[in-house]
């Protein structure tokens, strides 16, 4: 049973998922849930209504974090996000790991754990991909999508968005091709097809239409 001030972990993972994809700009419907959780339609509609008559969610106009929901998901995210840097960072381990082992630590972790991890990184402000870990100092950098960066001309990788880490092997590509936060590159072509060609460290990948829409870059 969760601890008093805790919930269930099936709501935590709703309304992280919730968070996610309204961090990441996508309407957030009840179709979307389900593919992201990968749990039947019937499933998410029975516990959208549990979660607003938790008070977590309201249904007014779309599918909305209340303020509670939105701290209960905040939390879930950072200690998510935390784990991950630790797993990736200090373990080594890939970000395909990592990013399934922190599903389980984020619903586990103290606020003790949550802050001493936290010191211990040295308060980063985003995970291993680059999106932001709320309640740090993280602040915006304007990055655009790959997909849109002129051919010929020079970028940084900034984040790797959510829905990719939800889209199977491609983390395990991205980190493959050296496709990270931080590297900078080039690009070369744009097919009509949607993919982009892009030169890092004198290797040339050809990043799909759906990644490179998504891949948010600066430069």
């Known amino acids: 049973m969760p601890a008093p001030g805790e919930h269930h972990p099936a709501f935590e993972e709703y309304c992280e998922c919730i968070f996610e994809l309204a961090e990441d700009d996508l309407e957030v419907i009840q179709a979307r849930i389900a593919e992201r959780l990968n749990v039947s339609r019937p499933a998410v509609s029975e516990m959208v209504r549990r979660l607003e008559s938790e008070g977590l969610i309201t249904t007014e106009g779309g599918i909305k974090l209340t303020t509670d929901g939105d701290a209960l998901a905040q939390r879930v995210v950072r200690r998510h996000r935390l784990a991950e840097r630790f797993l990736t960072d200090i373990l080594g381990l890939s970000w395909a790991e990592a990013h399934h082992e922190a599903g389980k630590w984020e619903h586990v972790m103290s606020e003790s754990v949550e802050d001493a991890l936290d010191r211990f990184l040295g308060s980063p402000t985003t995970c291993p991909h680059g999106n932001p870990i709320p309640g740090s100092d993280y602040i915006s ?79």
């Open 141 to 219: 950098d304007g990055a655009h999508p790959l997909a849109v960066h002129p051919i010929g001309t020079t970028f940084s990788i900034r984040r790797i968005p959510e829905e990719l880490e939800f889209t199977p092997g491609l983390l395990e590509f991205l980190e493959d091709a050296d496709l990270l936060p931080g590297r900078s590159g080039r690009v070369t072509a744009l097919a009509p097809d949607g993919t982009v060609t892009v030169e890092i460290e004198g290797r040339h990948i050809g990043v799909g239409a759906f990644a490179g829409e998504r891949i948010l870059v600066t430069g």
